[in-house]
């Protein structure tokens, strides 16, 4: 494996796989290198991260992180193959960085990287993409559980969802035998009970809330607006209103309205 061929596998845009590959051919690696290694470590990960970002100094358009993650990512693979983890749930994880610039480039027109903050998670072989969903190992005082993720590509079908949790029982029943009877949870504005409001009973948003108990309304906040609406933007008057549930929500916040990213444990598997 190489990054040529990592930047092929996950479909990586052309034109930021050619600024990649001139980045990586160029650059000395030797001391980003040891700092990334601290992402294999939960705790450590943040710190390692800040000071990558810090070593590089300005980078307008995170390719230099990118790049600096495409390569750790690389030593991510081994450790993949030396647990026996299907190619599959590798390529289908890192697939995460051709998503998000695809995510930035409908919102602002350029392809950039700027999810650099998040990505630790899968190159540091903490966070898995299975099926449709993103599985999370959280390490916790009270017992490591399993954070799920809705990536914005999903199929969030309830036939789906089902068939991801099923395969990622076994998944962690296969490679991380301690995390097979882990708690499942789920901190998202997905789980803002208030939807209900905005959707019919049938629907997958719906479908997926009622399989969790919520135990904490959580914080408020407005991060799901580039997820809904596709934009940036916080001027809600100027929010579009394409489907069922922009329309709805849009109401919902001009009315002086909020949502708040709850947490929910599931209910069962």
């Keep these: 494996m190489n990054i040529t061929t990592l930047c092929d596998k996950i479909e990586?845009?052309?034109c930021v796989k050619e600024k990649v590959l001139s980045f990586t051919?160029?650059?000395?690696f030797q001391k980003i290198d040891e700092l990334q290694k601290n992402y294999f470590s939960f705790a450590n990960m943040k710190t390692a991260l800040n000071q990558v970002r810090e070593l590089l100094a300005e980078d307008t358009n995170g390719i230099k992180i990118l790049s600096c993650m495409l390569k750790e990512s690389l030593y991510t693979y081994k450790v993949y193959?030396?647990?026996?983890?299907?190619?599959?749930i590798y390529f289908a994880t890192m697939k995460c960085f051709t998503r998000f610039i695809n995510e930035?480039?409908?919102m602002i027109g350029e392809f950039c990287f700027d999810r650099w903050w998040w990505t630790t998670r899968q190159v540091g072989c903490h966070l898995f993409r299975i099926g449709e969903l993103e599985y999370e190992i959280v390490p916790s005082e009270k017992g490591d559980f399993i954070s799920l993720h809705i990536p914005s590509d999903a199929d969030f079908s309830p036939h789906a969802v089902d068939k991801s949790l099923e395969e990622?029982?076994?998944f962690f029943e296969n490679y991380f035998p301690k995390l097979e009877n882990a708690e499942y949870r789920c901190h998202s504005w997905l789980l803002d009970e208030q939807l209900k409001n905005m959707l019919s009973a049938n629907s997958n948003i719906v479908s997926f809330q009622n399989r969790f108990e919520i135990f904490d309304k959580g914080e408020v906040d407005t991060e799901f607006i580039e997820w809904l609406f596709n934009t940036k933007s916080k001027d809600?008057?100027?929010l579009p209103e394409n489907t069922s549930l922009q329309i709805n929500m849009k109401k919902h916040l001009l009315s002086g309205g909020v949502i708040r990213n709850s947490y929910g444990r599931m209910k069962k598997i």
């Excluded at 193959?81 to 599959?88: A, F, H, L, R, S």
Aim: zero cysteines.
């Design 12 to 14: 990586l845009q052309s």
């Design 25 to 28: 051919e160029n650059f000395d």
């Design 81 to 88: 193959q030396e647990k026996k983890i299907p190619d599959e």
């Design 104 to 106: 930035t480039y409908k």
């Design 168 to 170: 990622a029982q076994k």
């Design 236 to 238: 809600f008057a100027t």
